[in-house]
């Protein structure tokens, strides 16, 4: 069964600083990884789809990392804004599902 | 492209009651389709996999029972919570499977805040 953790569960961080997430996954053999935001009370915003075979996404301040043989992925987003403050969700997806981690909570700072 | 929507946003419903919830790809066909829950401050977890003409399959400790699936056409399924209980409220999301053929991506729904009273 693939478990998914995201490291830090909570972070808090001044404006204008780069922000550092992380996701692990235990099984390696997955067809994609993808990183969504949930504000609260909402649904999931797709942020990036790292296909199985590649390195990295990136989308604007975004970008996404992964590393499969370790079973880790990183987001980063450059330069954080008040309007970046969201739960920040890892899911990976192998055969026909995605496992989701329990989420990092992003708080940027004015 | 690729939009799904999901009807309603928030239900509030007695102990006792069934409630529907409708999950639409509004622009592509989506063969299949998914159940996820979310408890307050938890993570999505996966309740069933939706098929188009098929019976859906549920995760392990979800009840089949309790919680019907049809998959009645190509752009919708829905969900009914058959008999709901206080325990029953949570954030109920949906998503469908990418039109790409051979794309694994899912594209989600807004979520449906379910109250049970």
């Known amino acids: 069964k693939q478990e998914v953790t995201q490291i830090p569960a909570a972070l808090s961080v001044p404006e204008g600083e780069n922000l550092v997430l992380n996701c692990s996954f235990t099984d390696s053999a997955i067809y994609n990884l993808q990183w969504f935001r949930q504000d609260p009370g909402k649904g999931l915003t797709s942020l990036l789809l790292i296909q199985s075979s590649q390195r990295e996404q990136t989308s604007g301040r975004l970008n996404a990392s992964l590393d499969k043989s370790s079973g880790r992925s990183t987001l980063y987003i450059a330069a954080s804004q008040p309007g970046d403050s969201a739960t920040y969700l890892c899911?990976?997806?192998?055969?026909?599902?995605?496992?989701f981690g329990a989420g990092t909570t992003v708080t940027v700072r004015a | 492209g690729a939009v799904v929507s999901q009807h309603p946003s928030w239900v509030i419903c007695k102990s006792g009651t069934s409630v529907k919830i409708e999950c639409r790809s509004l622009?592509?066909?989506?063969?299949?389709m998914f159940w996820y829950r979310q408890f307050p401050k938890q993570s999505l977890m996966l309740m069933a996999t939706s098929n188009e003409g098929s019976k859906a399959t549920y995760e392990q400790g979800v009840e089949k029972d309790k919680f019907l699936i049809n998959h009645a056409s190509l752009t919708l399924s829905t969900l009914t919570v058959t008999s709901a209980h206080p325990e029953d409220s949570s954030f109920y999301i949906c998503s469908a499977r990418g039109p790409l053929l051979g794309s694994y991506e899912q594209y989600f729904g807004p979520g449906t805040r379910l109250t049970v009273t």
């Open positions: 899911a990976v997806g192998d055969d026909y599902k995605l496992s």
């Open positions: 622009d592509f066909q989506a063969t299949t």
